[in-house]
């Protein structure tokens, strides 16, 4: 791959923070220009440190981290001139008006006031912000901010934009908004990193995955790729007195069609290949035990699967 | 350049570091401009209320009433000696109020200062660009200070103003106040921020020679050896050098002190700065 075509490159980026705690381990990755490339593990897995290495504001322990093939811990100047960024917090500038954070914004990246201007409007009225040009940033609600954030990232025309957790906190209707926004960065060529640790946003938007705990990489590839690994073809999870779960999933893991019974936290899950008459089964193989259910769902395999299939634990955690 | 069909966006930086460095720099202090523009309704009373009280009790109303201040001098040299004190005073407040004050809340609530650590230019420059508008919002208040301290009193003040001095003075005090607003900006956070004011800002100001020359200390020889701690001391006397014959310290003493005190608080609030926004 030419470095055209790969936008970030890490080998073997780790960092330890003071106290021993390792928060990336020897991590690797390649970004390619124009993909959405989801870094997917719960709090604390090690993606906003990875964020934050790649955007200058950490500082590597060991191994290599290039954005468009500059070097960030030896160049960083040079790096932060090819990265936009939207942090997990509202940074916004609190003095500056909705137009003026996006004006000051491309001068401060080396536009003349001129383009500053033309390249503020027009984001302005992509982002449907131009009516709010004149309040003060506070006026804002959280999806208009988060918004403006986004604008503010790619006004100076990054070769990659970092977004930190972008929809944590955010109504349902304002995170729909923003995957429409990202969506048309994305038709526009847009080469996008996210982190994020809900699945249902992974696997709507990225065109790849990593899924990472504990700074480590566990598994790499598409959505589809990636449940595929599970084998399964539906997930049947089922609840019971808590005391009787562990002996559930045990009883569960003989019943015919049932690949694997795992049990996550309050629940017993298990992954099932041919869910035909999948459900009258777990029903009777309960009764037969002496286990009351008191409720079972179906569903298709997701990425949480993946996630427990890698850990044994949940994403939500 | 045509802002309807966007280029690809370009992989390479555009810019030399150094010339993205300049450009970013100048663009910061612009934003820091446009803000005091819009908050000047704000920044007037704030910077001219205690300096104008400050004269018009000591130098107006006291003469007035017969309460006489200024020991043996009488109260025509005592405003004499309040000018140069007043425009020292008026520099190192805004030096503190328009940096650490600032910085104080972008550290600290809204992590504000995370964007424009991202801007292309080290971090170093982003911290010093703060201590040089400091430096600039300074030398304004200052200039709307020195009238009142020279018009307001009843006794005439005896100006007798040294140009060289006072024009290479007047910005090595403004920088050297911009760089305590950012050593300052650095080490406070919003719960110890009212400490400041209490336990450094009072201090500096009441034993900062402002109301009597330094070397009037002379009968409180151990005050007079503590206070030299004090940056303000040697602004009020470079003052004193500057616009009056006042007895003063040394200019020989002034200068040097001043550069040392000014690389000592650059130094470490870079050293702050890059320790807050780095990890």
């Given at each position: 791959?030419?470095?055209?075509?790969?936008?970030?490159?890490?080998?073997?980026?780790?960092?330890?923070?003071?106290?021993?705690?390792?928060?990336?381990?020897?991590?690797?990755?390649?970004v390619?220009?124009g993909e959405i490339f989801g870094?997917?593990?719960?709090?604390?897995?090690?993606?906003?440190?990875?964020?934050?290495?790649?955007?200058?504001?950490?500082?590597?322990?060991?191994?290599?981290?290039?954005?468009?093939?500059?070097?960030?811990?030896?160049?960083?100047?040079?790096?932060?001139?090819?990265?936009?960024?939207?942090?997990?917090?509202?940074?916004?500038?609190?003095?500056?008006?909705?137009?003026?954070?996006?004006?000051?914004?491309?001068?401060?990246?080396?536009?003349?006031?001129?383009?500053?201007?033309?390249?503020?409007?027009?984001?302005?009225?992509?982002?449907?912000?131009?009516?709010?040009?004149?309040?003060?940033?506070?006026?804002?609600?959280?999806?208009?901010?988060?918004?403006?954030?986004?604008?503010?990232?790619?006004?100076?025309?990054?070769?990659?934009?970092?977004l930190?957790?972008?929809?944590?906190?955010?109504?349902?209707?304002?995170?729909?908004?923003?995957?429409?926004?990202l969506g048309?960065l994305h038709?526009?060529?847009q080469t996008i990193l996210l982190?994020?640790?809900?699945?249902?946003?992974a696997?709507q938007l990225c065109d790849r995955l990593?899924?990472?705990?504990?700074?480590?990489?566990?598994?790499?590839?598409?959505?589809?790729?990636?449940?595929?690994?599970?084998?399964?073809?539906?997930?049947?999870?089922?609840?019971?007195?808590?005391?009787?779960?562990?002996?559930?999933?045990?009883?569960?893991?003989?019943?015919?069609?049932?690949?694997?019974?795992?049990?996550?936290?309050?629940?017993?899950?298990?992954?099932?290949?041919?869910?035909?008459?999948?459900?009258?089964?777990?029903?009777?193989?309960?009764?037969?035990?002496?286990?009351?259910?008191?409720?079972?769902?179906?569903?298709?395999?997701?990425?949480?699967?993946?996630?427990?299939?890698?850990?044994?634990?949940?994403?939500?955690? | 350049?045509?802002?309807?069909?966007?280029?690809?966006?370009?992989?390479?930086?555009?810019?030399?570091?150094?010339?993205?460095?300049?450009?970013?720099?100048?663009?910061?202090?612009?934003?820091?401009?446009?803000?005091?523009?819009?908050?000047?309704?704000?920044?007037?009373?704030?910077?001219?209320?205690?300096?104008?009280?400050?004269?018009?009790?000591?130098?107006?109303?006291?003469?007035?009433?017969?309460?006489?201040?200024?020991?043996?001098?009488?109260?025509?040299?005592?405003?004499?000696?309040?000018?140069?004190?007043?425009?020292?005073?008026?520099?190192?407040?805004?030096?503190?109020?328009?940096?650490?004050?600032?910085?104080?809340?972008?550290?600290?609530?809204?992590?504000?200062?995370?964007?424009?650590?991202?801007?292309?230019?080290?971090?170093?420059?982003?911290?010093?660009?703060?201590?040089?508008?400091?430096?600039?919002?300074?030398?304004?208040?200052?200039?709307?200070?020195?009238?009142?301290?020279?018009?307001?009193?009843?006794?005439?003040?005896?100006?007798?103003?040294?140009?060289?001095?006072?024009?290479?003075?007047?910005?090595?005090?403004?920088?050297?106040?911009?760089?305590?607003?950012?050593?300052?900006?650095?080490?406070?956070?919003?719960?110890?921020?009212?400490?400041?004011?209490?336990?450094?800002?009072?201090?500096?100001?009441?034993?900062?020679?402002?109301?009597?020359?330094?070397?009037?200390?002379?009968?409180?020889?151990?005050?007079?050896?503590?206070?030299?701690?004090?940056?303000?001391?040697?602004?009020?006397?470079?003052?004193?050098?500057?616009?009056?014959?006042?007895?003063?310290?040394?200019?020989?003493?002034?200068?040097?002190?001043?550069?040392?005190?000014?690389?000592?608080?650059?130094?470490?609030?870079?050293?702050?700065?890059?320790?807050?926004?780095?990890?």
């Amino acid at each position: 791959m030419t470095v055209v075509d790969e936008v970030i490159r890490t080998e073997a980026l780790t960092k330890d923070y003071p106290g021993g705690i390792r928060a990336v381990d020897g991590l690797d990755l390649s970004v390619r220009s124009g993909e959405i490339f989801g870094l997917l593990g719960p709090n604390g897995a090690g993606k906003t440190t990875t964020a934050g290495m790649l955007t200058t504001r950490v500082v590597p322990t060991s191994g290599t981290a290039r954005v468009a093939g500059i070097d960030v811990v030896a160049h960083p100047v040079a790096a932060k001139q090819v990265i936009g960024v939207v942090p997990q917090t509202n940074t916004l500038d609190r003095s500056l008006s909705v137009f003026e954070n996006l004006y000051f914004h491309g001068r401060f990246f080396g536009m003349n006031a001129r383009t500053a201007r033309a390249e503020a409007d027009r984001r302005l009225e992509q982002f449907r912000l131009a009516d709010r040009a004149t309040q003060p940033v506070a006026a804002l609600s959280g999806g208009m901010a988060q918004r403006l954030m986004v604008a503010r990232a790619i006004l100076h025309r990054p070769a990659t934009i970092f977004l930190d957790e972008p929809t944590a906190g955010l109504d349902p209707q304002s995170r729909l908004a923003l995957w429409e926004v990202l969506g048309e960065l994305h038709a526009e060529g847009q080469t996008i990193l996210l982190t994020t640790h809900y699945m249902e946003e992974a696997d709507q938007l990225c065109d790849r995955l990593a899924i990472i705990d504990h700074g480590r990489l566990l598994a790499l590839g598409t959505p589809e790729e990636l449940k595929a690994t599970t084998g399964a073809d539906t997930i049947v999870t089922v609840v019971a007195r808590p005391d009787a779960l562990d002996r559930l999933a045990g009883v569960l893991g003989g019943v015919a069609g049932v690949q694997q019974a795992v049990r996550v936290d309050e629940q017993v899950v298990a992954q099932v290949d041919g869910a035909d008459g999948i459900v009258p089964r777990v029903f009777a193989a309960a009764e037969a035990a002496g286990i009351a259910i008191t409720d079972v769902s179906v569903a298709e395999p997701s990425l949480e699967t993946v996630f427990i299939n890698l850990t044994g634990k949940d994403l939500r955690e | 350049m045509s802002t309807v069909s966007p280029p690809e966006s370009p992989l390479v930086p555009r810019r030399s570091p150094a010339a993205a460095s300049r450009g970013a720099f100048g663009a910061l202090l612009l934003r820091d401009a446009v803000v005091l523009r819009k908050t000047l309704r704000e920044f007037l009373p704030r910077t001219l209320l205690q300096p104008f009280l400050l004269v018009f009790v000591f130098t107006y109303v006291f003469p007035k009433i017969g309460q006489g201040v200024g020991g043996a001098g009488g109260e025509a040299a005592f405003s004499t000696i309040l000018v140069a004190g007043v425009v020292a005073l008026a520099i190192i407040f805004q030096g503190i109020q328009s940096v650490a004050l600032p910085m104080v809340q972008e550290f600290g609530y809204t992590r504000e200062i995370e964007d424009r650590v991202l801007a292309p230019l080290p971090i170093a420059l982003v911290a010093v660009e703060k201590a040089v508008w400091g430096a600039l919002a300074s030398l304004f208040s200052a200039l709307l200070v020195f009238p009142i301290a020279a018009f307001v009193p009843a006794t005439p003040v005896d100006l007798r103003v040294n140009w060289l001095v006072l024009c290479t003075l007047t910005p090595l005090c403004c920088y050297m106040c911009g760089a305590l607003g950012l050593f300052f900006g650095t080490r406070f956070d919003p719960r110890t921020v009212p400490l400041l004011f209490g336990i450094v800002v009072i201090p500096i100001t009441f034993l900062g020679a402002i109301y009597y020359p330094w070397q009037a200390l002379e009968p409180i020889r151990w005050l007079q050896v503590l206070v030299l701690a004090n940056p303000l001391v040697y602004m009020c006397e470079g003052f004193r050098a500057a616009l009056t014959d006042s007895p003063h310290m040394s200019l020989w003493v002034v200068y040097p002190v001043l550069v040392g005190f000014s690389a000592l608080f650059t130094w470490q609030g870079v050293k702050g700065f890059a320790r807050r926004v780095v990890s």
